[in-house]
T-cell receptor, first 113, second 114 residues
């Protein structure tokens, strides 16, 4: 079945550091890929998405590129802020009919001033 | 536009009690689903619905029932609560087959079973 693997956290960074959170997936065909963010005490919010190979999703300074050859969708940000502290989830959704989201286990990011 | 509304936000149950977690969306989304979030486990799909009158099981359906009598509402019922059902529950909705659409999540219900 489909699966998503994320790097384990927590990831601890100082403000203005470069962020990478690794995500790889296993799926049949070519799914759509998503990053969701969950701030403390809140639900999940869509951060960015990519629906086909080589697409780059971007939002709020975060970027991720759909790499079919390495089945990866790594999340990056050039300069993190304290307000970016949250849990980040990588997810996939098959591109066929009605389909559910499959999530990774989440990566907690802690940014200190 | 309220999005996805979940009630209650917090609930404590005794083992064996029953309750219903409510979920309502006002975006005319066809697709609704329930997830539970547990530490180190990510989000796991409990049940989902592709439209009024149609439901199906997800990865962890045991101990939960759902129904979908309207497009807007998708309640989750715990028939006899167990401590293993202590978790944070999220309802989510999206348009049907359009994969360009992300999911909209509710703010969650934190359930403790003692």
């Amino acid at each position: 079945g489909d699966s998503v693997t994320q790097m384990e956290g927590p990831v601890t960074l100082s403000e203005e550091a470069f962020l990478t959170i690794n995500c790889t997936y296993t799926a049949t065909g070519y799914p759509s890929l998503f990053w969701y963010v969950q701030y403390p005490g809140e639900g999940l919010q869509l951060l960015l998405k990519a629906t086909k190979a080589d697409d780059k999703g971007s939002n709020k300074g975060f970027e991720a590129t759909y790499r079919k050859e390495t089945t990866s969708f790594h999340l990056e940000k050039g300069s993190v802020q304290v307000s970016d502290s949250a849990v980040y989830f990588c997810a996939l959704r098959p591109n066929s009919g009605y389909s559910t989201l499959t999530f990774g286990k989440g990566t907690m990011l802690l940014v200190s001033p | 536009n309220a999005g996805v509304t979940q009630t209650p936000k917090f609930q404590v149950l005794k083992t064996g009690q029953s309750m219903t977690l409510q979920c309502a969306q006002d975006m005319n989304h066809e697709y609704m689903s329930w997830y539970r979030q547990d530490p180190g486990m990510g989000l796991r799909l409990i049940h989902y619905s592709v439209g009024a009158g149609i439901t199906d099981q997800g990865e962890v359906p045991n101990g939960y029932n759902v129904s979908r009598s309207t497009t807007e509402d998708f309640p989750l019922r715990l028939l006899s609560a167990a401590p293993s059902q202590t978790s944070v529950y999220f309802c989510a909705s999206t348009h049907g087959q359009g994969v360009d659409y992300g999911y909209t999540f509710g703010s969650g219900t934190r359930l403790t079973v003692v």
